[in-house]
């Protein structure tokens, strides 16, 4: 068995559109034997492997997701069967994609890996929004961050301090973040967009105010990232 | 004149590798007249557009970077000479890239853009030391920033709050970065990751204690990026 073992790419999807991957990550994609991927991860961009077995491990719809423990043995059993597995993640597997528990199961079996980084969210949403996270003089911080990443664990207590803020999975939790800043002094006018689909066909993208966050949420209905800060204003 | 104006296309060339560009980006590439490119931008990238007439706008040994400015006219003049101009940036062109300033000049000409994203180092850099930027359980934000931008503005006054802190062009910043941590409270013990040339072939991964930063910086010539936080330990 150990003489069979094959290699696990962990491969960044990126937002959305299949040609935000990169080369190296599209390359392997198409030599792939199976590929394991999120529900995040586009019909278009697993066109980009017809030849492999596919793995769905993400959320569907009327299900819970696939337990990560039950992922890490299905990434470890697929590196049993064939020589090259593609673990495919939606945006950047080092960002909030629960890397280490994978890569420790992989480490953990013995099996050789590689990592290919992907075009995480929030510089998708800043391409399509054309509103830079920096900007001289202004802005040379940027957090990005989640509230609660699991159920159970406790809420986001106190919010990251950086010039530029991206909420991922933002949705109802940044209406939570936007009451906190205002009551940590912030302006109620400091410019938020707020991406909805990014880099997919149905992309909308919002430009408002701090104070406006919530009436703006409400009108989005796909998996929304919030970018909060002076940066965000219009030219 | 204005019926002859080409259109910009700002692309984040990734962290250097040349297969670390989006599949959009190379694509364009391949189609572009004229392509403003950063020194940052290696040799193996630009032979991604052979077709093109190349124009180095970034530092060069000896000279002081073109002044944005002259970047900017230069962007101008190209969309008015071609139909197709690349300006093309390491990493991604909305995180430390004065984008801002570049679709300013650019829009004042009433000249058509397009932003593709870029593989950000920090993405490039967890990959390549195999240590995510988040964990479950301990890190949901990261930092990304970095210390003065332009000569003469102030060094940068409060670090950021972060679970992790990413510092671009890190080199001596990062000491000063260091010391203000261990002066805050953080542990000397704190991991730290310290990538120089990342990506590249010449590319060194460096696993440290907060506490040894200033000598593992010591052994550093090329660029580097200094990743700090708890989500970088060892497994």
Chains 1, 2 share one sequence.
């Not at 970018?227 to 219009?234: N, R, T, V």
Request: proline share 5%; net charge neutral.
């Amino acid at each position: 068995m150990a003489d069979s073992k094959g290699k696990v790419y962990l491969i960044g999807a990126g937002p959305g559109a299949a040609d935000l991957i990169t080369v190296r990550g599209a390359r392997i994609l198409a030599q792939a034997d199976a590929v394991l991927h999120d529900a995040l991860v586009t019909a278009d961009m697993l066109a980009l492997c017809p030849q492999a077995e596919l793995i769905p491990v993400g959320k569907r719809s009327g299900q819970r997701s696939t337990a990560q423990a039950l992922i890490n043995q299905l990434l470890v059993d697929a590196a049993g069967r064939h020589r090259l597995v593609v673990r495919l993640k939606g945006g950047d597997p080092m960002l909030f994609g629960r890397a280490d528990e994978e890569l420790r199961a992989l480490e953990d079996a013995g099996i050789a890996y590689e990592i290919i980084p992907g075009i995480t969210a929030a510089l998708a949403a800043a391409a399509s929004a054309r509103r830079p996270l920096t900007r001289r003089g202004v802005a040379r911080s940027v957090a990005l961050f989640t509230s609660a990443t699991a159920p159970g664990e406790p809420d986001i207590v106190t919010l990251p301090h950086c010039d530029t803020l991206v909420q991922y999975m933002g949705g109802r939790e940044a209406m939570v973040t936007a009451r906190k800043l205002l009551e940590r002094g912030q302006s109620p006018d400091t410019p938020v967009v707020v991406v909805e689909n990014c880099s997919l066909a149905d992309e909308h993208v919002f430009q408002l105010r701090l104070a406006e966050l919530e009436t703006g949420l409400a009108a989005c209905s796909g998996p929304v990232l919030v970018l909060i800060g002076e940066a965000l204003a219009a030219r």
